[in-house]
């Protein structure tokens, strides 16, 4: 909404469309989730997921209290306070990054760089809890984490690990003991075949070999929704550090509120005209 006076407005008032749950709320009722359901989810998530790495935005904080659901299962992803660009300088903030269940194991690894991967990681684990009805791996603590982690995936090869480079991260994961994995297919038995392939190649260990979401989207269990003449990316990068771009000047409240300004006509250009005349 805009503000009556350019100058002195105080207050900003966003208006979003109402949406009647999210998909936390969902997966814990006795409502029947079919593979149909599984995959429309799934897909929303991915399309908009795209559309926000193609415009260099990093979410950081995908779970399923944060995916909005109406009663036409339209998904809306909310929440973008952990929001980051994929170049920013706030990147390496590892310690306050994802809801720790969904949390990537190069972040709990406390890895100095990571990229859109972390988000594919958490739209497996969002993936997994539609399937099972359940968190994948619920640690109580980060070391617990990635305990469950290696439960699930099992002990990671040497080339695996490649991608760590804290040697006593590194180290931890070669101490834990060995264990075979469990098969996504027996953790979800009553799930679709392609659903448990794509769940495999999302849930990877090593974020260079895990699959990016563009390929989510052209795997063989999104074919029936995916049609990529529908699927515009970004048309410019977006660019959310401010501090960055001002370095140690001090913004002030007046250049915040006329860069909030131009943001609101972004969304109202007939605004500006009508400013325009008041103020002449």
Same mark, same amino acid.
């Given at each position: $909404?805009?503000?009556?006076?350019?100058?002195?407005?105080?207050?900003?008032?966003?208006?979003? +469309?109402?949406?009647?749950?999210?998909?936390?709320?969902?997966?814990?009722?006795?409502?029947?989730?079919?593979?149909?359901?599984?995959? @429309?989810?799934?897909?929303?998530?991915?399309?908009?997921?795209?559309?926000?790495? #193609?415009?260099?935005?990093?979410?950081?904080?995908?779970?399923?209290?944060?995916?909005?659901?109406?009663?036409?299962?339209?998904?809306?992803?909310?929440?973008?306070?952990?929001?980051?660009?994929?170049?920013?300088?706030?990147?390496?903030?590892? +310690?306050?990054?994802?809801?720790?269940?969904?949390?990537?194991?190069?972040?709990?690894?406390?890895?100095?760089?990571?990229?859109?991967?972390?988000?594919?990681?958490?739209?497996?684990?969002?993936?997994?809890?539609?399937?099972?009805?359940?968190?994948?791996?619920?640690?109580?603590?980060?070391?617990?984490?990635?305990?469950?982690?290696?439960?699930?995936?099992?002990?990671?090869?040497?080339?695996?690990?490649?991608?760590?480079?804290?040697?006593?991260?590194?180290?931890?994961?070669?101490?834990?003991?060995?264990?075979?994995?469990?098969?996504?297919?027996?953790?979800?038995?009553?799930?679709?075949?392609?659903?448990?392939?794509?769940?495999?190649? $999302?849930?990877?260990?090593?974020?260079?070999?895990?699959?990016?979401?563009?390929?989510?989207?052209?795997?063989?269990?999104? #074919?029936?929704?995916?049609?990529?003449?529908?699927?515009?990316?970004?048309?410019?990068?977006?660019?959310?550090?401010?501090?960055?771009?001002?370095?140690? +000047?001090?913004?002030?409240?007046?250049?915040?509120?006329?860069?909030?300004?131009? +943001?609101?006509?972004? @969304?109202?250009?007939?605004?500006?005209?009508?400013?325009?005349?008041?103020?002449?």
């Amino acid at each position: $909404m805009m503000p009556i006076h350019r100058r002195s407005f105080k207050d900003v008032y966003l208006v979003y +469309e109402l949406m009647d749950t999210d998909l936390h709320q969902i997966i814990k009722s006795s409502q029947a989730l079919t593979n149909d359901h599984c995959q @429309y989810f799934l897909f929303q998530l991915l399309r908009g997921l795209k559309y926000l790495h #193609s415009a260099n935005i990093l979410h950081r904080d995908l779970k399923p209290g944060n995916l909005l659901i109406n009663a036409n299962c339209d998904l809306k992803i909310c929440d973008f306070g952990l929001a980051r660009t994929s170049n920013g300088k706030d990147q390496f903030m590892t +310690e306050y990054v994802v809801t720790r269940w969904y949390r990537a194991p190069e972040l709990l690894l406390c890895c100095n760089n990571y990229g859109t991967c972390i988000d594919v990681w958490s739209v497996g684990c969002i993936f997994a809890e539609l399937l099972g009805r359940k968190p994948i791996c619920p640690g109580t603590e980060c070391l617990n984490q990635l305990k469950l982690i290696i439960n699930v995936l099992g002990s990671q090869r040497e080339d695996d690990l490649e991608f760590i480079d804290n040697p006593k991260a590194r180290k931890y994961i070669k101490s834990l003991p060995n264990s075979p994995g469990t098969p996504f297919s027996r953790l979800y038995p009553n799930a679709h075949p392609l659903a448990i392939d794509l769940l495999q190649k $999302m849930l990877v260990f090593d974020p260079s070999k895990r699959i990016s979401v563009t390929e989510a989207l052209q795997h063989p269990y999104m #074919s029936p929704l995916y049609d990529s003449r529908y699927d515009p990316p970004a048309q410019v990068p977006i660019d959310l550090d401010i501090d960055e771009d001002f370095g140690d +000047e001090d913004l002030g409240e007046e250049m915040i509120r006329e860069m909030m300004w131009k +943001e609101m006509l972004h @969304y109202h250009p007939e605004a500006a005209t009508a400013n325009a005349e008041v103020t002449l």
